[in-house]
Structures are given as structure tokens and as C-alpha cells.
């Protein structure tokens, strides 16, 4: 099976633009999260989705949204770029059949830079 | 967000030696994973710990749920050059909800 794929692998833009990435989830995998990595904040929870439906949410402000399609593929959009919001994006999806047998698998993510 | 106390911070070791890293945490977790990245990449699952007490191997990898479900362990032996990368712990509180809260890693250099 393919793994996690996102796009762009890397992104550069200017304060106040936005941006929006896209990740395609291992096929039949159901739900797919999102990830925010940087050095001084680490790992940091941003949401996921799961049926076309927002099922968790981290401690994000509203400029950070996503949305999941019915194939299950997903984007995110941040509005208004600030430049703390520089890092590497991870996505990640898992099966979500099973009650608790279900990690998490990342894709590579995508490095964005505000400038 | 709330961090997991992964320690020791960064490690280096001669080829061939064992290491141990672990992870402690103040909140009781449903699940614990062990992630490796390298650079440039996404983290990689290597353990999923999904028991308290349970110990489950991965090759040369092992991994135990702490009995009082706030901690874990990655122990690695024979280490070999690819074993370079960053090690983060992972905790779940709720089932099924995949809002994982993860270490601040551990940086394994390997010295061949």
C-alpha cells in the first residue's frame, strides 16, 4: 500500500496570506489528523477528521480549519499567516475500524515558511 | 499543549550498544506508541503498547506500558548505524481518538 502523501512538500509565503495543504491517507483508512512540528513547541495536536467530520480539535486558533472529503482525502487552511506559524505540517491517518488496534501512520509532511 | 517528559534528551553510544530511553507523564494514557524520525521525513510507528504491563518487541526493539499506565520504555539493542534518528514517545487517552500528546524526543547519535 501507498503510504501518507502530502502536498506541497515544501511552501513558502508572506505574513498575512493564506495557505492551504493537502493529504491523501493510506487507502481505507478512514481518519486523518493533522500535526503542527516545531522546534520549541514540539509534536502539537491540530484536529481530525473522520467521515467527512471534525471529531477532535487541539488548542489552535480559528485561523487553523481543515475538511475531509468523502475519498476520505483532507486539507487544511491557515488564513492570515503569522510568522509562528512556520513549521513542518504532518498528516496522519489510521483504519479506525477496529476499537483501539489502530495506530497512527505519518506522511513526510510539508515544510512551510512565512516570511 | 501538554508534553510528555521523554528523557534522556539526546544520547550518544558506541555501535553495538544497548540503549534505553523512556517517558513519563502526569495523566494516565490509554496507549502508548514509540515514533523514529529522520530528518526530512515523518515519524515512523516502531511500537504500539496498547496494555498496562504489556512488553511487545519489534526486532532488536522492545517497549514496555508502565504498570501505572503514565509511563513507558524503548529499549534498543545491538544498536547499528541506521538507528540514528529522533525517538518520541506518544500517549493516548481515549480510545479511538487519535489527539495524540507526544515526548520531546530523544536524539540517538550512533558512533560507529
Known amino acids: 500500500k501507498a503510504g501518507v502523501t502530502q502536498t506541497p512538500r515544501y511552501l513558502i509565503k508572506t505574513r498575512g496570506q493564506q495557505v492551504t495543504l493537502s493529504c491523501s491517507p493510506i487507502?481505507?483508512?478512514?481518519?486523518v489528523s493533522w500535526y503542527q512540528q516545531t522546534p520549541g513547541q514540539g509534536l502539537q495536536f491540530l484536529f481530525e477528521y473522520f467521515s467527512e467530520t471534525q471529531r477532535n480539535k487541539g488548542n489552535f486558533p480559528g485561523r487553523f480549519s481543515g475538511r475531509q472529503f468523502s475519498n476520505s482525502r483532507s486539507e487544511m487552511n491557515v488564513s492570515t499567516l503569522e510568522l509562528g506559524d512556520s513549521a513542518l505540517y504532518l498528516c496522519a491517518s489510521s483504519e479506525q475500524g477496529a476499537q483501539w488496534d489502530s495506530p497512527l501512520h505519518f506522511g513526510n509532511g510539508t515544510r512551510l515558511t512565512v516570511t | 499543549g501538554q508534553q510528555l517528559n521523554q528523557s534522556p534528551q539526546s544520547m550518544f553510544i558506541q555501535e553495538g550498544e544497548d540503549v534505553s530511553m523512556n517517558c513519563t507523564s502526569s495523566?494516565?494514557?490509554?496507549?502508548w506508541l514509540w515514533y523514529k524520525q529522520d530528518p526530512g521525513e515523518g515519524p515512523v510507528l516502531l511500537i504500539a503498547l496498547y496494555k498496562a504491563g504489556e512488553l511487545t518487541s519489534n526486532g532488536r526493539l522492545t517497549a514496555q506500558f508502565g504498570i501505572t499506565r503514565k509511563d513507558s520504555f524503548l529499549n534498543i539493542s545491538a544498536s547499528i548505524p541506521s538507528d540514528v534518528g529522533i525517538y518520541f514517545c506518544a500517549g493516548q487517552r481515549e480510545t479511538g481518538a487519535n489527539n495524540l500528546f507526544f515526548g520531546t524526543g530523544t536524539r540517538l547519535t550512533v558512533i560507529p
Open positions: 495523566s494516565i494514557f490509554n496507549t
Open positions: 487507502s481505507g483508512h478512514r481518519s
